[in-house]
């Protein structure tokens, strides 16, 4: 598989892709209070700082709503069925510009962390922690407030490191630069010049005391200089500043 390096073209057919499933999810009447449809990923991201986007689009939910969209999916918009591991849980659309995977996960299902199988882990933690955003002025979806969602893409990180770490992973090019994207994605959430003074600090708190080894993502953060490049929107010594101030007050 080739470094992970989307091109525009992509991620708009990406977006428009998105909007589809977001138009399905506020037909069906999603009750905003209690979501059983999130947007979780780079999308969620987006949601909050549009620095690049997304190829693939992220969804937490239940069983009987991933049958069901995975299933207008396949039958209007020219999905198909996706294996990972011999198992469905997946659609995909081969686009001119690449193929766009939509990915379903359930709020139950255990997500263990790479390395650390007694520590529990589910997206049960999302309950109550939600909110309504636009996406690039389409229609509104919920995602994970952005405490949340940062706490989401260090798991993100913690599993990828450990997977190219110990050699689990099943395409090294590919998974560092996923993981270039999930430390990007990260400074895109707590960069105070685009909305990370509203980080809810207790809530982050509280999650990184319960997992206290995902506080090594923002240490490092300052060190990964292909994140910086990515995201663009800080220098070194605002990421330096911006992370240490974090970690002060965590």
Not at 42 to 52: E, I, K, S
Not at 108 to 125: D, L, M, N, R, S
Request: hydrophobic residues 40%.
């Amino acid at each position: 598989m080739s470094p992970y390096s989307p091109s525009q073209e992509i991620i708009e057919r990406s977006l428009a892709e998105l909007r589809v499933i977001a138009e399905w999810i506020h037909a069906r009447g999603e009750d905003p209070d209690n979501p059983e449809v999130i947007l979780i990923g780079g999308w969620a991201v987006d949601a909050y700082n549009p620095y690049l986007g997304s190829v693939d689009i992220d969804l937490v939910t239940t069983g009987r709503i991933r049958h069901t969209l995975m299933h207008y999916l396949r039958s209007d918009h020219n999905f198909m069925p996706e294996r990972q591991m011999n198992v469905v849980k997946s659609v995909a659309k081969m686009t001119p510009a690449g193929k766009i995977i939509q990915d379903f996960a359930t709020q139950e299902a255990p997500q263990p962390f790479e390395g650390k199988p007694e520590v529990p882990f589910t997206f049960e933690i999302l309950s109550g922690n939600t909110t309504r955003r636009r996406i690039r002025g389409g229609v509104e979806i919920s995602i994970p407030t952005r405490a949340m969602l940062v706490v989401l893409k260090m798991k993100a990180a913690w599993d990828r490191s450990y997977r190219l770490e110990h050699g689990l992973s099943h395409d090294e090019v590919w998974e560092e630069g996923k993981l270039v994207k999930d430390y990007a994605d990260i400074l895109a959430l707590i960069d105070p010049a685009h909305g990370g003074h509203e980080l809810d600090i207790e809530c982050l708190g509280e999650h990184l005391n319960r997992y206290n080894f995902l506080k090594n993502c923002i240490e490092h953060l300052p060190r990964v200089n292909a994140a910086h490049e990515r995201y663009a929107g800080m220098d070194r010594a605002d990421v330096q500043r911006v992370c240490g101030d974090l970690l002060s007050i965590l």
